[in-house]
Nanobody
Framework: QVQLVESGGGLVQTGGSLRLSCAAS????????MGWFRQAPGKEREFVAR????????TYAESVKGRFTISRDNAKNTVFLQMNSLKPEDTAVYYC????????????????????WGQGTQVTVSS
């Protein structure tokens, strides 16, 4: 059973940066495409970014393009989310997720594509 653990969240001022990490265990990490989602209080969970198995393809939500970068280090079983130029609107709990079984007909931005989820890490951006 794959387990994912996020870390790196915290409090930062508007315009600041944070780097989130997600460490995987219990399975062949390189076999999974990985995604980041976030959920703000009172809001639905939304897609943030995705990276393919070996990092060749990335996908970003329009709201974070140019500010966030997803990357992975398969040798260390870790995926990262570098967040720059942070805004108060970025405040949320951030979750990493792994896709094991491809679901044809389901877009990669949909959370139902993913099989494993971390517990989340809080990111708070102050004005």
């Amino acid at each position: 059973q794959v387990q994912l653990v996020e870390s790196g969240g915290g409090l930062v001022q508007t315009g600041g940066s944070l780097r989130l990490s997600c460490a995987a265990s219990g399975g062949p990490f390189s076999n999974y495409a990985m995604g980041w989602f976030r959920q703000a209080p009172g809001k639905e969970r939304e897609f943030v970014a995705r990276i393919s198995t070996y990092g060749g393809t990335t996908t970003y939500a329009e709201s974070v393009k140019g500010r966030f970068t997803i990357s992975r280090d398969n040798a260390k079983n870790t995926v990262f989310l570098q967040m720059n130029s942070l805004k108060p609107e970025d405040t949320a709990v951030y979750y990493c997720a792994g896709e094991y079984r491809v679901r044809l007909g389901v877009v990669v931005t949909d959370e139902s594509r993913y099989d494993y989820w971390g517990q989340g890490t809080q990111v708070t951006v102050s004005s």
